[in-house]
T-cell receptor, first 113, second 112 residues
Framework: DQQVKQNSPSLSVQEGRISILNCDYTNSMFDYFLWYKKYPAEGPTFLISISSIKDKNEDGRFTVFLNKSAKHLSLHIVPSQPGDSAVYFCAASTPQAGTALIFGKGTTLSVSS | KAGVTQTPRYLIKTRGQQVTLSCSPISGHRSVSWYQQTPGQGLQFLFEYFSETQRNKGNFPGRFSGRQFSNSRSEMNVSTLELGDSALYLC???????????FGQGTRLTVV
């Protein structure tokens, strides 16, 4: 059973607009969430994270929102740039699992100029 | 600081053989995790080592094993390779910045 789900395999956005990537989870024990970006033939690169005690975290163009009651988080990229085109993974962890991350299957973002 | 280094980058093995992959974490990081990435299953957690001890284990058969050395370098071994073991194997190290994991570029294993 998939505990972290990214239901949109792909997303296409125009340069300058907002990209919104969504992630749902089923395990209420998750207390830490991360977003990673991955280019082909490279390892994932950390983007931004959020603890379950918060509902929003910002870092430059990237903002992550967490809705614990809905077990949903989203990553907003504003403004989107062509270099943002990559696969985005949502990941989660429980206090017991520590650094063992459970990943979603990813969403491929394409930003066109 | 140098990043996470994985060797080799590419590997081709025959079914039934065994393989060992190596990972050097970021200096000072004591936690090393391994993940398998396949097109159908995405990124799946294999196991995590901290101070030479396996701290967590994913849902993989016993053919997958690992170890960590006193300098935090880690190896993972897959015995009796199957075609389905073909994947990108990623190593990640963590330390000092909460649960943020830093990934290497991965080892692409192809089993023929």
């Amino acid at each position: 059973d998939q505990q972290v789900k990214q239901n949109s395999p792909s997303l296409s956005v125009q340069e300058g607009r907002i990209s919104i990537l969504n992630c749902d989870y089923t395990n209420s024990m998750f207390d830490y969430f991360l977003w990673y970006k991955k280019y082909p033939a490279e390892g994932p690169t950390f983007l931004i994270s959020i603890s379950s005690i918060k509902d929003k975290n910002e870092d430059g163009r990237f903002t992550v929102f967490l809705n614990k009651s809905a077990k949903h988080l989203s990553l907003h990229i504003v403004p989107s740039q062509p270099g943002d085109s990559a696969v985005y993974f949502c990941a989660a962890s429980t206090p017991q699992a520590g650094t063992a991350l459970i990943f979603g299957k990813g969403t491929t973002l394409s930003v066109s100029s | 600081k140098a990043g996470v280094t994985q060797t080799p980058r590419y590997l081709i093995k025959t079914r039934g053989q065994q393989v060992t992959l190596s990972c050097s974490p970021i200096s000072g990081h004591r936690s090393v995790s391994w993940y398998q990435q396949t097109p159908g299953q995405g990124l799946q957690f294999l196991f995590e080592y901290f101070s030479e001890t396996q701290r967590n284990k994913g849902n993989f058969p016993g053919r997958f094993s690992g170890r960590q050395f006193s300098n935090s370098r880690s190896e993972m071994n897959v015995s009796t390779l199957e075609l389905g073991d073909s994947a990108l194997y990623l190593c990640a190290s963590s330390g000092g910045q909460g649960l943020r994991a830093f990934f290497g570029q991965g080892t692409r294993l192809t089993v023929v």
